[in-house]
Nanobody, 124 residues
Framework: QVLLVESGGGLAQPGGSLRLSCAAS????????MSWARQAPGKGLEWVSG????????YYADSVKGRFTISRDNAKNSVILQMNSLKPEDTAVYYC?????????????????WGQGTQVTVSS
């Protein structure tokens, strides 16, 4: 059974930080490019960040570049999204997704596996 389980969401103040984790099981994690995407209330899914299967490269949406950092640990089957300098517009449900490829794409249908999501709320 394939599982992607996100954790680490919650309430943060503007300018604060949160660290999201995604624990993967049931598939060969090191063969999958991994991404984070988010969906704000009333809006569509937005791709946020991705990392190659071999950790050789990372990508970020312009809206989070310089504030968020993605990393992965293939030995532990996990991917992390460190979010700093949070803004109210970062409020969304954040999803972890896996794609059977070394490379990153940004469309919903490009990913075979999705987690259930974790809520991030940025508010004072």
């Amino acid at each position: 059974q394939v599982l992607l389980v996100e954790s680490g969401g919650g309430l943060a103040q503007p300018g604060g930080s949160l660290r999201l984790s995604c624990a993967a099981s049931g598939f060969t994690f090191s063969s999958y490019a991994m991404s984070w995407a988010r969906q704000a209330p009333g809006k569509g899914l937005e791709w946020v960040s991705g990392i190659y299967s071999d950790e050789s490269d990372t990508y970020y949406a312009d809206s989070v570049k310089g504030r968020f950092t993605i990393s992965r640990d293939n030995a532990k089957n996990s991917v992390i999204l460190q979010m700093n300098s949070l803004k109210p517009e970062d409020t969304a449900v954040y999803y972890c997704a896996g794609r059977f490829s070394s490379r990153i794409l940004t469309g919903r249908n490009d990913y075979q596996y999705w987690g259930q999501g974790t809520q991030v709320t940025v508010s004072s």
